[in-house]
């Protein structure tokens, strides 16, 4: 995808990093009916997000249609250091993908 | 839709063969777990009823209810039939933390599996079809606990 789809943000505090995550993906679970066309809106939609610090995973959200529309996403781990980085990448039904970094400050 | 249920039964029956072939093996069942956790865990959210996705997640059914312990922040109404939700889990090595919708057409809704060192609790939105309960589930050290909230849905 050209643009950018994930707004994540990391901040480190009394030795906990919280991670931040806003995903802009429509979440289509594949039941609505489109108005123009009145056909089935086929299914698209995240299935795994990952997040990495220093290579090491350390959540996998494995997501299906109950998910809604700019999937939201926030966790703490114990670590992490400021200036260093938190990678995030988000897979989705259809293969498409995105990849993201929030610098932990 | 019969092209969905046609793949779920070639699905289903992979997932057979692979039970059998695990259960003849002596260490099969941490094979099993293996697989489920190496992809995207079709099977469970597929499944219809909260018992047969745990049962595709986990490779167990049996929940041990522990409203003390895991704590579900919601509104008790739902805009939109979206909610932010929390969920916090006070249980020792909690390696995974699902959302189950049981009025939802996919049951699962979503499963965090976290790494040692993230904090048991996460935060994110989810989306209600219907009111009714949102069950947590939470694994750690191989057992299952839950923890239920109701919703209404306007």
Known sequence: MATKTIETRAKYKNGVTTVNALITHPMESGNK???????????RFIQEVTCKYNDVTLLTAQWGIGMPKNPYLSFSFKGGEKGE????????????????????? | MNDISQKRRIILKTALITGAV??????????????VKSAWPKEAFNASTIEEALLELTGSNTIIPSPDDILIKAPTIAENGIAHITIKSDIPKTESISIFIPNNRSPLVANF?????????????????????IIAIIKADNKLYSATKKMRVK
């Not at chain 2, 002596?26 to 777990?33: E, F, K, V």
Request: net charge positive; aromatic share 2%; glycine share 6%.
């Open chain 2, 22 to 35: 695990s259960a003849a093996i002596s260490t099969g069942l941490a094979y099993a777990n293996l697989i």
């Open chain 2, 113 to 133: 599996k976290l790494n040692p060192s993230v904090i048991s609790t996460i935060i994110t939105r989810i989306k209600i079809e219907n009111s009714g309960d």
């Open chain 1, 33 to 43: 009916i489109s108005s123009k066309s009145g056909s089935a809106i086929s299914p």
């Open chain 1, 85 to 105: 980085s938190v990678t995030l990448q988000w897979v989705d039904n259809k293969g498409s993908s995105d990849t993201a970094e929030a610098i932990i400050k």
